[in-house]
């Protein structure tokens, strides 16, 4: 039984299933030799078997490693990091099968199967990733059972069907121990996967990056409100602002980094919500304004975006409150004002031009600003993700000459115009609307739904946002982009594959939903169950929780668990239904404590009649007992199942109370042991 | 050194008595995780960090999921021992030297038993299923040391089925034994062995081998191989073999006392001449120590010889 035993056939089986099953949802990140190295070391390792191809010698199995950490090398760049690390795994955990000779090796390779099932979380942790890794674990398993079976006559589906009952059977202490084990913080950092497809809004933005966002349907965060939903033209969800512009580009602004918390004052009614954002490669989070978040180390920024130290790089649940009315910055400092002011000291003449006039003409930031919107609204200015191409000045060109395009045209040019006519202005990027989904009450914000907006500073009443876009396509912002652009459809990419195309058709279209709604519960419930949100949790649950109360109940609920599971797998009712013979065991038993055994094949009399004389002081019991024994058991009598208990009950109280347990008689020399 | 083993050996007589056949239950397994299972501990550890380092929820729950499989797999392992019964079978007898060969039978009451190993750890564990309802009968052969009684001991029987990540095993002791016979030596017996002075002749033929050919008889259990008569096989006569008959005059008496040389050569000189008298249907008689057994002839007669010379010396007559 030793583990250097060659493998069986079953299991052998079992872990080369086991091995695609492992492999498949790593291919999304593995480079492409990875198959082939895998394919050819299958073929090999299969002609081993079949005793057609002999084991690797040491120096070709060195080349492999050699050659594979190389292959590394190439495709990754380097041997170091996540990335490279679980190339080096797969690598590792493929080039073992034809390495393999005994069962230990082959446990070995298992247990690299269970790590790459691990690693292939960190790049994909969604529902279907969850639900498909059991298939993995299911054949890992299997594997496992099928090297310990004897080699003759196993068949591969019951070896499944016990691993599949070995993991049903653990579910429920692993949900025990999901919910109530301690959370800890990172114990040191790790490098994270860089592959997850990022797509979402950047430090800085010309109107060429806005549009290829709004080409994306990825997700870019749910939301879920306590009350009611706001209306759409209420949900701006501001990200970060632009207050730095060269000529082309809008870009954040260092000193807008700042983790200074701007002055403002809570008016009119909260809002309060959760979010769930995807992974953006980003510190900032999302939020309506002006939003505080109960997480540690989120704070409001001095430019009221909230940002975190950390790149938010897996999805990221957290709570917050709005005001949406607040007043913001009434007195502003000069260097906020300053910074809201500044303009590129050349390009853009008529802009300029037309901001002096509109200065003369309007006495206030405001009139200037409605001035502006309704310049907007009157002119036949048109929203649309394909804008004709501008010159070298592009608010000039776009104000004058194309009078078409879509956020960010409009935000910027008013932006320049509102600064160049000594109004503080700046550029907000977000999102805004996003997609009802009536299974779960909550809201779905896409790339596309991404927006710019401008805020403009007025003495007293602080920054006021405004939206030059819905003066042109108020539809843009009642409805969402798609509406808006109905006619360029085709530019939203992956549209076809998307069943947001399919919209129309009802049923298709709730299926949607109800899929949404599924990933969403998944990520907040499962994914999402760290730290503060197990606490939140586990309160809601049990009242106040520490962490000795928690142990206790996950040591109570698991060991719970497992006397019902060994109740259920033993079955210990069934050990002895005879109750005639119970009582005769516990004859035996008795009489075995005073030194008497029974002897195998001696009937109940001869062992009697033995223990009579061996314990003379009770001979008339136990001769009574196995009296009344006899008669029940041969003599077809009717059982008296009564008389027995009395007569053995009586028989031990004849009996001395504390047994001295001497030779047994007739028993065996204990030398020969 | 030896206080600890004969501790342990007291703990399981009491825990597990000796007899012919033992039910295993919950008494009398024990269990705990092998060296893979404790490998499989230090990579859940390791995926536990990796969960930790990296937030991961779904790594958490793969964590817990194979943590639970554990538990899970420490009463499968125990039950896949527990209520199964081991009965002695018996053993033959043998000579010093060959493999003792001692017969277990395992019976299965309910379900299925899978690679349940029994056996003794110096001599290697034997590897069987044991089918639901039914019974398996298993050989373990032993190498012989030294001639009398075969003891092995306490059985091991043991299972790391379904996982190999735990051994659940028990001791049993069905009183198992086998009778080994001294080694045959050949050699020549002195010339006087027991025999009256006045009857040299039969002597002689004793000691030299040469006999009178007398025919052929059919094979019987207890002949020797080497008198198989092969020609009259391969005619189809069946298996015949060559009997010889001593000269006239008395049965031979063996006599320990006469021989000369150590205890051991003494027997194995007698244990040969015991195979060989009665390979030749010759009767004969054996004096050992204090015991005489007459003259007499027969496979009954053989064993009862050769177990004489195999007790020689030893103080236990018989075993359970």
Not at chain 1, 125 to 150: F, K, N, R, V
Not at chain 2, 189 to 197: I, S, T
Request: proline content about 6%; hydrophobic content about 45%; charged content about 20%.
């Amino acid at each position: 039984m030793s583990s250097l035993q060659p493998i069986p056939r079953n299991g052998l089986v079992w872990l080369l299933v086991a091995q695609v099953l492992v492999i498949l949802p790593h291919l999304a990140h593995l480079p492409l030799w990875i198959i082939g190295l895998w394919l050819g070391c299958a073929i090999w390792r299969v002609q081993i078997f079949r005793m057609r191809a002999p084991y690797p010698r040491s120096w070709i199995k060195a080349l492999m490693m050699l050659g594979a950490a190389f292959g590394v090398y190439f495709s990754r760049g380097g041997l170091i990091g996540l990335d490279a690390g679980v190339v080096l795994l797969i690598a590792a955990f493929i080039l073992k099968l034809v390495e393999m000779r005994s069962r230990r090796d082959a446990l070995v390779l298992v247990f690299l199967g269970f790590f790459a099932v691990v690693t292939s979380y960190l790049f994909n942790d969604g529902l279907l990733a969850g639900i498909y890794s059991l298939a993995p674990i299911i054949a890992l398993l299997a594997a496992m059972i099928g090297l310990q079976q004897s080699p003759a006559g196993t068949h591969p589906w019951p070896t499944l069907r016990l691993a599949g009952s070995l993991l049903l059977q653990a579910i429920p202490l692993m949900l025990v121990l999901f919910v109530l084990f301690p959370r800890l913080g990172p114990l040191w950092s790790l490098p994270q996967p860089k592959d997850r497809g990022v797509t979402g809004l950047a430090d800085s933005m010309s109107p060429g990056d806005m549009a290829e966002l709004s080409r994306s349907s990825a997700l870019a965060f749910r939301a879920s409100f306590e009350g009611p939903i706001p209306d759409r033209d209420q949900l701006y969800w501001r990200a970060v602002t632009f207050e730095r512009f060269d000529g082309r580009r809008w870009s954040q602004s260092f000193k807008s980094q700042l983790p200074q918390t701007p002055e403002w004052s809570p008016r009119g009614a909260p809002v309060a919500y959760s979010i769930v954002m995807q992974p953006s490669g980003r510190p900032w989070l999302y939020g309506l304004d002006v939003a505080q978040v109960d997480a540690g180390d989120v704070r409001l920024m001095s430019d009221f975006h909230l940002a975190r130290p950390r790149p938010v790089d897996k999805p990221l649940l957290y709570q917050a409150t709005s005001w949406p009315e607040a007043l913001r910055e009434p007195n502003a400092g000069p260097a906020v004002l300053g910074r809201a002011l500044e303009l590129p000291a050349t390009g853009n003449l008529r802009s300029r031009a037309w901001a002096a006039e509109l200065r003369r003409a309007h006495q206030t930031p405001k009139a200037t600003v409605q001035a502006l919107l309704s310049h907007f609204n009157q002119q036949p200015y048109s929203y649309t993700l394909r804008p004709s191409p501008v010159g070298e000045d592009i608010v000039d060109g776009f104000l004058f000459d194309t009078l078409n395009g879509f956020c960010i045209h409009y935000a910027g040019a008013m932006t320049f115009v509102l600064r160049a006519s000594g109004i503080p202005a700046r550029v907000v990027a977000g999102y805004q609307g996003g997609e009802v989904n009536p299974s779960g009450n909550y809201l779905s914000v896409r790339q596309l739904d991404a927006h710019a907006w401008v805020e403009y500073w007025e003495a007293g009443s602080g920054w006021v946002s405004v939206d030059p876009t819905f003066q042109v396509a108020p539809e843009r912002i009642e409805r969402g982009l798609e509406e808006a652009l109905d006619a360029e459809q085709d530019l939203i990419e992956g549209a076809i594959m998307d069943l947001r195309r399919y919209r129309d058709i009802g049923w298709l279209n709730d299926l949607r939903f109800g899929w949404d709604s599924l990933n969403y519960g998944w990520q907040r419930w499962v994914l999402n169950y760290q730290g503060e949100r197990q606490l939140e949790v586990l309160q809601g649950l049990f009242g106040k929780v520490d962490s000795r109360k928690l142990g206790l109940l996950m040591v109570a609920t698991g060991a719970l668990l497992v006397v019902l599971l060994a109740l259920l797998l033993l079955k210990p009712w069934r050990r002895e239904q005879d109750a005639q013979l119970r009582q005769f065991q516990g004859f035996e038993r008795l009489l075995a404590r005073h030194g008497v055994a029974r002897q195998a094949g001696e009937g109940a009399r001869d062992f009697a009649q033995r223990a009579a004389v061996w314990l003379p002081g009770a001979a008339a019991q136990i001769q009574a007992f196995a009296g009344l024994y006899e008669q029940a058991r041969y003599a077809g009598q009717p059982t008296d199942l009564a008389e027995m208990k009395a007569a053995l009950r009586s028989l031990r109280r004849q009996l001395p109370w504390r047994a001295t347990v001497s030779k047994p008689r007739g028993g065996i020399d204990g030398d020969n042991l | 050194m030896r206080v600890l083993p004969r501790i342990r050996d007291r703990w399981l007589l009491k825990r597990i008595p000796p007899g012919p056949s033992v039910r295993l239950n919950q008494r009398r397994i024990f269990i705990m995780p092998t060296a893979v299972g404790m490998s499989f501990l230090v990579a859940l550890l390791l995926m536990l960090l990796a969960a930790i380092n990296y937030e991961n929820s779904l790594a958490y729950a793969l964590t817990f999921l194979l943590g639970s499989v554990f538990v899970v797999a420490i009463l499968h392992t125990w039950r896949n021992l527990a209520g199964l019964e081991l009965q002695a079978g018996g053993a033959e007898a043998v000579f010093l030297g060959e493999q003792a060969c001692l017969r277990v039978r395992l019976e299965s009451r309910g379900r299925l038993y899978q690679a349940v190993s029994v056996g003794w750890p110096k001599s290697g564990l034997q590897l069987v299923d044991v089918p639901a309802a039914g019974t398996c009968e298993l050989q373990l052969s032993l190498p012989t040391e030294r001639r009398g009684w075969l003891r092995p001991g306490r059985l091991r029987v043991e299972s790391r089925f379904p996982l190999g990540i735990l051994v659940a095993w028990s001791w049993v002791d069905l009183q198992l034994a086998a009778l080994v016979y001294p080694r045959p030596l050949a050699g020549d017996l002195p010339q006087a062995v027991g025999l009256d002075e006045e009857s040299g002749e039969g002597s002689r033929a004793l000691g030299s081998g040469i006999d009178d050919y007398q025919g052929l008889r059919p094979w019987q259990p207890g002949d020797s191989k080497r008198r198989l008569h092969w020609k009259a096989y391969s005619r189809g006569q069946g298996l015949l073999v060559k009997d010889f008959t001593a000269l006239s005059g008395e049965d031979p008496l063996l006599d320990f006392d006469e021989l000369a040389g150590d205890i051991e050569s003494r027997l194995s000189l007698l244990c040969h001449w015991v195979v060989e008298l009665s390979s030749r249907q010759q009767p004969f008689a054996l004096r050992i120590a204090d015991t005489t057994i007459e003259a007499a002839v027969g496979v009954e007669h053989r064993n009862r010889c050769l177990r004489a010379l195999a007790l020689f010396g030893q103080e236990s007559a018989a075993p359970q």
